[in-house]
């Protein structure tokens, strides 16, 4: 998982921004009517989110009042923000938050949609909230899809909230050398509460991370194969495993915890593969 910072406008600017084109006046006297439980929702969800306990949230808290949860969605969302000039500004400025159009969730994917963190069908009146949107990969979407986390263990972790980025938590081992086969893992600092491990393991499996950044890192080697092989020939394994190092430790200081750095960190420390058992 990789940080975001969170959008800057709160949950009523956006709510409002959403449904103040609504052309039909019953709809939009229905949707004006809601502004201030909108708000006061937003302020659950934050006070929530601050202290741990969004698994805590209850869905009956969150309708939007007078309105059907599809209609609240459709008119809200899918009309107000995906498709309407001021909503679709809203949307595309927390589109646009990821440096490179990286998916946060995964560190890899190229962002495709704004996911839903509490699910909008059961949390309609948080549809438009900034702080439930998340730009994510088509992956990450679909992965993730209505899942509601049933304690605090099994939260995945959020972009704007959970801030994991100082610390080294990502690790691998080789399993395999040719053809690659990397197994990450989840190997956070001891100092870390036990929550917070549990949180980001969860994440790392409902995400799929090991298989993804393992397929990752067999394309990787692929590419550099032949380029092992002729500094093994030349230089030895001390060469290989300090060009190893060198590229580690370039993309670790962009991004600590990139399975691009990891993978290069193990391979850099494994006598084996320096000594040539990438070569087929
Ligand atoms: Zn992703």
């Known amino acids: ?119 909008k069908k059961m949390f309609p009146a948080l549809c438009v909230d900034p702080l439930n949107l998340v730009p994510a990969c088509a992956d990450c979407n679909h992965a993730k899809g209505e899942r509601l986390p049933s304690c605090a263990e099994t939260t995945p972790l959020h972009p704007y909230l959970d801030r994991i980025e100082h610390d080294p938590w990502l690790a691998a081992r080789i399993v395999d050398c040719s053809p690659l086969y990397l197994d990450f893992f989840v190997n956070p600092p001891c100092e870390w509460e036990q929550v917070l491990v549990d949180r980001t393991a969860h994440h790392f499996n409902m995400f799929k991370l090991a298989e993804l950044f393992a397929t990752q890192a067999n394309r990787t080697i692929n590419n550099i194969r032949q380029q092992l092989t002729t500094m093994l020939a ?47």
Not at 59 to 86: L, Q, S
Not at 251 to 279: K, M
């Open 1 to 119: 998982m990789w940080p975001l910072d969170p959008p800057k406008f709160s949950a009523r600017d956006s709510y409002d921004a959403c449904v103040r084109g609504t052309r039909d006046p019953h709809r939009r006297s229905l949707l004006l009517a809601a502004g201030d439980s909108i708000e006061a929702a937003g302020g659950r969800f934050r006070q929530a989110a601050q202290r741990g306990a969004l698994h805590e949230l209850k869905t009956t808290e969150f309708v939007v009042p007078g309105i059907a949860a599809n209609d609240a969605t459709r008119w809200v969302y899918e009309n107000g923000m995906v498709n309407t000039v001021e909503g679709r500004a809203v949307y595309d400025r927390i589109m646009a938050a990821p440096t490179d159009e990286r998916c946060p969730l995964c560190g890899h994917g190229v962002v495709r949609t704004l996911d839903h963190f509490l699910p």
């Open 234 to 280: 030349t230089g030895g394994p001390a060469v290989v495993s300090a060009y190893l190092s060198a590229e580690a430790a370039t993309r670790r200081a962009h991004r600590l915890n990139s399975w691009e750095g990891v993978t290069y960190q193990t391979l850099a420390c494994d006598e084996t593969f320096c000594t040539g058992a990438f070569i087929p």
